[in-house]
């Protein structure tokens, strides 16, 4: 099982916050690190401070301050650019990390944010999402010198040179939600991953066999996509510090056992353990904390060498 650290700037953290986390997720050996990407704080009690970061522009400065872990977002929101613009910024990333980002992909969901930042939040966006997913691996699947065009409900592009190409052959393209149809069919088409996230964890078996049945019916191996979650992680070495970690979050102990990575040494084992026999291959740790490094430490050397 591979675990990512993955994080919520928008309740408040600077890049130089975000970079000290991206740095310790790339020392402890973590497998990559992801952000949201949001431009308001959530929460009533949660002023956001500094502000709001840019989850391409951060990447994009990661790129260059990391080595070797995979980077991305969970997810962008189909609202805040055309396919066309974020083709090119996760192309130009893509090729100053050298090959190691991700695109995670959805139809946004927080219309207070829209409203804060005046960005348009139309009430239909499953067909914009399915547009943009093909416009953009269109963009980078068009062979170089040759043109690409498309005329959709949203999106109309013409002899679009459709560069610049990734450095990857193929950007991992992550599509990810509940939904029991549409996202389904969009991941089979479209996705290299499929994520749930936060989601109750007796639903898990039949969500994946959901994806795995929409794969089969457009004549895809189901075993060509990665099956990932996301959920929170609270863990301490002990009792005490569990309650310190689950208090700095504001969040109640016993609500994080039931629906995170949540508790003593044993526990989180036991919960990833778990998640790996309902087929979960990679598990999206949201750390909310981010200048307790220390928990990073900890999960690194306490929790992942007791897994498979």
């Not at 992801?34 to 391409?56: C, E, I, K, N, Q």
């Not at 609202?79 to 991700?102: F, K, N, W």
């Not at 002899?159 to 996202?183: C, E, H, M, N």
């Not at 026999?277 to 430490?297: K, P």
Request: proline share 6%.
């Amino acid at each position: 099982m591979r675990l990512r650290i993955f994080t919520e700037p928008q309740q408040g953290a600077s890049y130089d916050d975000l970079l000290a986390v991206a740095q310790a997720t790339e020392t402890l050996g973590f497998d990559a690190f992801f952000r949201s990407d949001h431009y308001l704080a959530m929460g009533d009690h949660v002023s956001g401070l500094p502000g709001p970061t840019d989850a391409w522009t951060t990447l994009a400065g990661l790129a260059r301050e990391t080595e070797s872990i995979r980077l991305g977002t969970l997810v962008s929101s189909v609202t805040y650019r055309p396919p066309g613009v974020l083709a090119i910024q996760v192309a130009q990333v893509d090729q100053m990390s050298g090959g190691r980002v991700e695109l995670g992909l959805g139809t946004g969901w927080f219309e207070q944010e829209h409203l804060a930042y005046g960005i348009p939040f139309p009430a239909k966006r499953f067909g914009m999402l399915e547009e943009q997913l093909e416009v953009i691996t269109g963009l980078w699947g068009t062979p170089v010198g040759e043109t690409y065009s498309f005329s959709g409900g949203h999106y109309t592009l013409v002899d679009s040179p459709a560069l610049p190409k990734p450095s990857q052959a193929r950007v991992p393209v992550i599509v990810g939600g509940g939904g029991a149809k549409r996202t389904p069919a969009m991941a089979a088409r479209f996705a290299t991953e499929f994520n749930l996230p936060f989601p109750d964890f007796a639903d898990i078996p039949a969500k994946f066999a959901g994806v795995r049945a929409a794969c089969e019916a457009v004549g895809r191996d189901p075993q060509e996509l990665v099956y990932s979650t996301a959920l929170i992680a609270v863990a301490g070495a002990d009792e005490a510090a569990f309650t310190r970690r689950a208090a700095a979050v504001g969040r109640e102990r016993a609500e994080l056992r039931e629906h995170g990575i949540a508790g003593t040494t044993g526990e989180v084992v036991d919960r990833l353990g778990a998640l790996a026999a309902d087929g979960v291959e990679c598990v999206y740790l949201q750390i909310m904390d981010l200048a307790d490094l220390d928990h990073l430490d900890f999960i690194a050397r306490e929790v992942v060498p007791q897994l498979d």
